[in-house]
């Protein structure tokens, strides 16, 4: 159970599209297309932004997109906003019924 | 509303023993997986366990097998953890989480409560 690797930061601009990246294995991402992404702003409880590797549950932007490719999935922003500047995890069931995050990602707006 | 509520966390010294509990309303409890995310100051995510609606698969991180219980009461729509032998590297803010129809995706959180471990 060793945790997704996500990169620590990501930047970009008001307008522009980031993607952050999610390396697992081929006993979590790579076996399952069970991976989410949350949104954590400073002291809130996170947020359900992407299931199933690309779905989105209702009422989150469609500027938020999902993929996986082999072992590693990612998120997408587009059209960044400012309201967007939080921490993001990715998240893959990891079989057994267990669950394993990433190391999260600091996303800044410049 | 949908809505989680944690209770039971506090100052406990190492070694000892705490009970965490979370309630639900606004959904059908009995129908969902259930899980317990935690969060140490500063730091990210970690998932810690998890139960399915009738307990009948049970899962735990490698970091609290044999020291954390994770059960349920659907009667009550009552998510706990019991937690022994704690260490100062469990000191985090516990979040009870519901799970989606897939095991191992957490579409509502509570607000947390937060487990000091500390002589």
């Known amino acids: 159970q060793s945790a997704l690797t996500q990169p620590a930061s990501v930047s970009g601009s008001p307008g522009q599209s980031i993607t952050i990246s999610c390396t697992g294995t081929?006993?979590?991402?790579?076996?399952?297309?069970?991976v989410s992404w949350y949104q954590q702003h400073p002291g809130k409880a996170p947020k359900l932004m992407i299931y199933?590797?690309?779905k989105r549950p209702s009422g989150v932007s469609n500027r938020f997109s999902g993929s996986k490719s082999g072992n590693t999935a990612s998120l997408t922003i587009s059209g960044l906003q400012a309201e967007d500047e939080a921490d993001y995890y990715c998240?893959?069931?990891?079989?057994?019924?267990?669950?394993?995050f990433g190391g999260g990602t600091k996303l800044t707006v410049l | 509303e949908v809505k989680l509520v944690e209770s039971g966390g506090g100052l406990v010294q190492p070694g000892r023993s705490l009970r965490l509990s979370c309630v639900a309303s606004?959904?059908?409890?009995?129908?969902?997986?259930m899980h317990w995310v935690r969060q140490a100051p500063g730091k990210g995510l970690e998932w810690v366990s998890g139960?399915?609606?009738?307990?009948?698969?049970?899962g735990y991180a490698d970091s609290v097998k044999g020291r954390f219980t994770i059960s349920r009461d659907n009667a009550k729509k009552s998510l706990y953890l019991q937690m022994n032998s704690l260490r100062a590297e469990d000191m985090a803010l516990y979040y009870c989480?519901?799970?989606?129809?897939?095991?191992?995706?957490?579409?509502?959180w509570g607000q947390g409560t937060m487990v000091t471990v500390s002589s």
């Open positions: 989480a519901k799970d989606t129809s897939t095991y191992g995706t957490f579409d509502i």
């Open positions: 606004g959904f059908t409890f009995d129908n969902y997986a």
């Open positions: 139960i399915s609606w009738k307990s009948g698969s049970i």
């Open positions: 081929s006993s979590d991402v790579g076996s399952y297309n069970l």
């Open positions: 199933d590797v690309s």
């Open positions: 998240c893959s069931y990891a079989g057994s019924s267990t669950s394993v």
